[in-house]
């Protein structure tokens, strides 16, 4: 029996993210609200915002229009970023890998109008969870913290 491509998708999600959730894992509590520009995301922005951009590519995989998340309390500490991090892990990977080879060719309404087939919206979202892994790789440099592996196999 053939794999289901949709479990690659799953596997490169936990990878990314389990790395990530290692990470967030030993900062201090005290570095949460770091932020390595003015007006760039926190630590805990750039939890929260995976969080929510990662369960807004699900929407989209699931037919919904693409739409930004609706403006909320973000986390109030580190611990309540992990958390909620964690949390959408397993919700997104779990989603991704029951994803048949038909719908990962169906198209589904995506930014500016277009439409795109689902697995190019699982590339974006790839991309996008590597392009903000490694940006808070650089954070935790600046704040003293040595990331652990970029990648978490297995």
Known sequence: MTPNPAEHYARSFRMHRGALLDLYAELPQEHGSFAAWEGGLSFIGQADHLAASSLMLLGMV?????????PGPGSANLAEARERLRQTTEQVAGALAALSEEDLARRV???GGRELPVA??????????AHHKGQVWVMARMVGVKPPMYVKLG
Do not use: C, T
């Open 120 to 129: 190019a919206l699982l590339d974006l979202l790839l991309g996008h969870e």
């Open 109 to 111: 309404p995506a930014f």
């Open 62 to 70: 699931a037919g919904e229009a693409p739409q930004r998340p609706a």
